[in-house]
């Protein structure tokens, strides 16, 4: 299993960024897909989920309304769009796979990683 992420980079506060998570060796649909972020000295913190079908989705208060987690199961991707930037959004976002059917927050349900895609923006 792959989790290939990508879209990451060096932005000012109030731009946007979309991340992508391109998976393979799993059958995508199957799994709710995740993103998760750490910044140094701090613990990994779940950032937004969406289940296997794309009809639920979860989001850390702190991003509601300035991120959209979606997903392509024909392309096997999923994505996560930022927008208005701020520099606590500065981390290593990670997209994971969870075998389950809830779009669940916990770092312990995702069973696949990815290698991570650093995200810093300036203020």
């Known amino acids: 299993v792959q989790l290939q992420a990508s879209g990451g980079g060096l932005v000012q506060a109030g731009d946007s960024l979309r991340l992508s998570c391109a998976a393979s060796?799993?059958?995508?649909?199957?799994?709710?897909m995740g993103w998760f972020r750490q910044a140094p000295g701090k613990e990994r913190e779940f950032v937004a989920a969406?289940?296997?079908?794309?009809?639920?989705?979860n989001y850390l208060d702190s991003v509601k309304g300035r991120f959209t987690v979606s997903r392509d199961n024909a392309e096997n991707t999923v994505y996560l769009q930022m927008t208005n930037l701020k520099p606590e959004d500065t981390a290593l976002h990670y997209c994971?796979?969870?075998?389950?059917?809830?779009?669940?927050?916990?770092?312990?349900?995702?069973?696949?990683w990815g290698q991570g895609t650093q995200v810093t923006v300036s203020s």
């Open positions: 994971a796979a969870a075998s389950i059917r809830v779009p669940t927050v916990a770092v312990n349900d995702y069973t696949y």
């Open positions: 060796g799993l059958t995508f649909s199957w799994y709710t």
């Open positions: 969406i289940s296997r079908s794309g009809l639920s989705t």
